[in-house]
């Protein structure tokens, strides 16, 4: 077994084509190579999350996953982000310290789908779970809400297999609709006024408020549907048992 450290080292060096404390430099083939990485490990968690989708439709008529999308940080976005964060301009401190580089969203029409798809991937045998965020439960001052898993995916190449983080947001439609239109707002205007924003939050809380209610709906459904079910396995039972009986009617 890889110790710790030897392990650390093997994920920064990359057969030492990424030098630890080599230099950020967007231009030159380091920084091409390291994002290959981040769009390697990309592909291998939208894969697992595919493939579970199909499993889950198939197997358990259950379709949780409303769409997936995904997206690789701009280069000059990694570092602005360093840059605010005081890191020092190392592939290092951005493989270190910089989790979102590679992130993949997953919508789903419910709450309950959020939570259930949060358990099944923490089961995923082969990553490893770093760190979890519930903003559902603990939203931004922003309103912004979802839920977060920093995860490292092996991928494997041909000098042996390396940990790649990924970002990974669970969100429900409203939650998607109101996030996307919040960021297109505040990215065209960074001045947005205070008034503007407290309505984004009180907007948020009314999606939220909605995302309750359609659960509930969606929850009565389903217990009537099982009753049902119930109810009609219980008549099949009991045809078993019991000769067939005619009632005629003139």
Known sequence: MIEDDEEKSYLIKMENNLVNKEKINIDDVT???????????LKEIKTKIDILQDELKLFHNYEPIEYITTRIKKPESILKKMERKNYELTYENMFDKINDIAG?????????????????????????ILNKKDFMKNPKKSGYMSYHIILEVPVTFSTGTMFVKVEVQIRTLGMDFWASIEHKLKYKNPNITKGDSKNLVKYARIINNIDDNILTISNRIEKERTKNNIMIEAADSKKDIEPNK?????
């Open 31 to 41: 920084f091409e190579k390291v994002m290959f990485l981040y769009n390697s490990a």
């Open 104 to 128: 993949i969203r997953v919508v789903c029409n419910f709450k309950k789908d959020v939570y259930k798809l949060v358990e099944i991937i923490e089961d995923f045998s082969d990553i490893r």
């Open 246 to 250: 005619f009632n005629f009617k003139l």
